[in-house]
């Protein structure tokens, strides 16, 4: 009779455990068929935080809805790769991504970088997934649009060499950006004000999180170290005259606005190799003209998709 009694005690011990995790397992979001827990974007937010530990300083308000658009953005591209890719075959595209993610950060192996995950609770396979998705999605854009990509290689050629003989000083610069649109329900101005508030706030870097719709928003809008001859004109005539920590006006760029921000900025001492930049010049040319498109593609797979926040 005592060891019934035990038995009983410990099944509803286990089942008020149950009850308990099922109270604190809440739905924040549907997409279609698929939903977003609030244990979805907890996790979500320290992955987030373990790629870009700056988002630390920000209010756990704007966490969660930094983690809840990555979570909704992440559904949306899994949907669609789904039709043309098996993301569970293996994928050479995906190993050279992966290699040049560790190298980016100075990992010298897949398994140094699966114990610095398990160090901070953190899963491989999690990670793995959410670069595959990125990785295929970049290439799902280029094989779309690579034949829309409009560039002169003789113009851009000739830019540098104008550069060139006209310039005493060459400049290498550390950037960093905000890519916005024009919002429907407020005013350019409207919108501008906010995003400069936000900056006086809570910096740059943490506004880039929230606010920008560029892929280098999860790394709070860095972009690195670039030579000059690596910008479009409007660019470098924008950033030119600035100094370390400075911001530039709005710079118009296809259908949206860049706020670029200098993190570093000095004398280039490099020979100037005039195929090497233009190389350069048309990959980043290449990349921009790509982000749009892959902007104005997700707007229109999450415009025909439900999504419903509770």
Do not use: C, H
């Not at 068929?33 to 974007?41: A, F, R, S, Y």
């Amino acid at each position: 009779m005592k060891s019934f009694k035990l038995v009983v005690i410990s099944v509803l011990i286990f089942l008020s455990s149950i009850t308990l995790n099922a109270k604190s397992i809440q739905i924040v979001v549907k997409v279609q068929n698929e939903i977003i827990t609030n244990i979805d974007i907890e996790n979500e937010i320290k992955y987030l935080i373990f790629f870009n530990p700056k988002l630390k300083e920000l209010k756990i308000k704007n966490l969660k809805n930094i983690a809840k658009n990555s979570l909704i953005t992440e559904i949306i591209k899994k949907k669609e790769l789904d039709k043309a890719y098996n993301l569970n075959k293996k994928n050479n595209y995906f190993e050279t991504i992966e290699k040049r993610f560790l190298k980016n950060k100075n990992i010298d192996s897949k398994s140094k970088f699966i114990q610095i995950l398990n160090s901070k609770n953190l899963n491989y396979k999690t990670f793995k997934k959410k670069l595959q998705i990125e990785a295929l999605w970049n290439q799902l854009i280029y094989n779309k649009y690579s034949k829309n990509i409009r560039l002169d290689e003789n113009e851009l050629r000739q830019n540098i060499l104008i550069q060139l003989d006209n310039e005493t000083k060459k400049y290498d610069y550390n950037i960093s950006e905000i890519l916005f649109t024009e919002n429907i329900n407020e005013t350019f101005n409207d919108t501008l004000n906010k995003l400069k508030k936000s900056i006086n706030e809570i910096g740059f870097e943490n506004t880039a999180n929230i606010f920008s719709i560029s892929s280098t928003s999860k790394n709070g809008g860095l972009i690195g170290w670039v030579n000059e001859y690596q910008l479009s004109k409007t660019i470098k005539k924008a950033i030119i005259n600035l100094s370390k920590n400075e911001i530039s006006s709005p710079i118009k760029i296809g259908s949206g606005y860049l706020l670029i921000k200098i993190n570093n900025k000095k004398e280039s001492k490099q020979k100037i190799d005039v195929e090497d930049q233009l190389k350069k010049l048309i990959s980043k040319e290449t990349n921009r003209q790509l982000n749009t498109y892959s902007l104005i593609f997700y707007k229109r797979l999450k415009k025909n998709i439900q999504i419903d926040e509770f």
